[in-house]
């Protein structure tokens, strides 16, 4: 950065005056500034472009109002702010019209749920064609309400052999429950 880069009211000044080299070496710097504060506030580079082309365009039509008693820099970043949350409120805005409503999905849940394709009766037929081991568990754990801990005790089996048969049995009669 050069000396004269580091002045930015002086720039400024000089630009105000005409001078396009001034006015050139101001946005370059004031990219060189800004696009850091940006990448912090989006994921994606081509918006932090886009963005930053839209800022200095602001900068530039905001020249007028540049008191040249102040700092430079927090004017610049007053206006680079109104026009993130223009972007973001635009971005975010978006999505938001384009959501469900909550309401739906829990009916269109709600409705899944409660439609059960599969009988109690059925699924009991299902077990009983599971391994006699597989079948004992699953009626134990889930119509009987014994944990695998007590399960294992009463069959003489170690709690992690059961939960192996246990998860076991659900994979095969989910597939038979498929079928």
């Known amino acids: 950065m050069t000396k004269i880069a580091t002045d930015f ?27 850091p504060f940006l990448r912090q506030k989006l994921s994606l580079e081509n918006e ?11 900068i530039h039509k905001a020249r007028h109002t540049y008191d040249g008693l102040r700092p430079y820099k927090p004017w610049a970043y007053a206006i680079a702010k109104f026009r993130l949350l223009d972007f973001l409120r635009i ?3 978006d999505r938001l019209r384009s ?11 709600q ?14 037929k299902e077990i009983r ?6 079948a004992l568990i ?7 309400g014994y944990t695998a801990k007590e399960v294992a005790e009463k069959i003489g089996m ?12 659900y994979k095969a009669l989910k597939q038979q429950l498929e079928e």
Do not use: W
């Open 111 to 124: 409705d899944d749920v409660t439609e059960c394709r599969i009988d109690y009766e059925s699924i009991n």
């Open 9 to 35: 009211e002086k720039l400024m000044r000089q630009a105000l005056d005409g001078d396009e080299r001034a006015y050139a070496e101001l946005l370059r710097e004031t990219a060189r500034f800004l696009r």
């Open 91 to 93: 971005h975010y805005g």
């Open 99 to 109: 959501a469900v409503e909550v309401s739906e999905v829990e009916n269109t849940l």
């Open 48 to 58: 932090v472009d886009d963005l930053l082309q839209e800022i200095l365009l602001s």
């Open 138 to 144: 699953l009626r134990m754990m889930h119509q009987e």
């Open 158 to 169: 170690t709690e992690t052999a059961v939960k192996v048969a246990a998860h076991r049995a």
């Open 129 to 134: 064609k599971l391994p006699e081991k597989q």
